[in-house]
T-cell receptor
């Protein structure tokens, strides 16, 4: 079993829909990252969380440390949000451990 | 402020050769991490450097090595290349070990 599990693996939605991507992890962590990767490979860090909730524009990330679970929400989704969203966790001083990613397609 | 830069962007090598990849972090960032991304294994952690010291190493063979210079620039080296080393190699910089990471565009290595 992977230390970091993401769901769904693939998601296709219509423009304007509310999107939720989930991430569960099995170990104690010091921080959780949400990353966005567009075709071509560039990765952008969206959020780094250790507790609670963060919001940036139409993106919201939450984490529940007790349940070892995090969610990434996209409100009013747009075709430019189409990308792979990757959850990654950091355990203490260890390097990041990544989930396999969620492929999101937003259709106009 | 300039972002993280990686050189070269694309590289084709032959099995058995060695390769050196370079990463220049954002000015003021002292931590550099390296990652390998393949279709089969996804993203995997290679190394993490802070102030010229390797702080962490992922589960990769000794053919993979790296270093960080006094100006925080970092290089990684892969010796005796294998076909399975074909991947996108990404570096990321951060102000310190527990801060948000900023990723470079990656170096796409193809081993033939």
């Amino acid at each position: 079993k992977n230390e970091v599990e993401q769901s769904p693996q693939n998601l296709t939605a219509q423009e304007g829909e509310f999107i939720t991507i989930n991430c569960s992890y099995s170990v104690g962590i010091s921080a959780l990252h949400w990353l966005q990767q567009h075709p071509g490979g560039g990765i952008v860090s969206l959020f780094m969380l250790s507790s609670g909730k963060k919001k940036h524009g139409r993106l919201i990330a939450t984490i529940n440390i007790q349940e070892k679970h995090s969610s990434l929400h996209i409100t009013a989704s747009h075709p430019r949000d189409s990308a792979v969203y990757i959850c990654a966790v950091k355990k203490g001083a260890d390097g990041l451990t990544f989930g396999k990613g969620t492929h999101l397609i937003i259709q106009p | 402020k300039a972002g993280v830069t990686q050189t070269p962007r694309y590289l084709i090598k032959t099995r058995g050769q060695q390769v050196t990849l370079s990463c220049s972090p954002i000015s003021g960032h002292r931590s550099v991490s390296w990652y390998q991304q393949t279709p089969g294994q996804g993203l995997q952690f290679l190394f993490e450097y802070f102030s010229e010291t390797q702080r962490n190493k992922g589960n990769f063979p000794g053919r993979f090595s790296g270093r960080q210079f006094s100006n925080s620039r970092s290089e990684m080296n892969v010796s005796t290349l294998e076909l399975g080393d074909s991947a996108l190699y990404l570096c990321a910089s951060s102000f310190s070990l527990t801060y948000e990471q900023y990723f470079g565009p990656g170096t796409r290595l193809t081993v033939t």
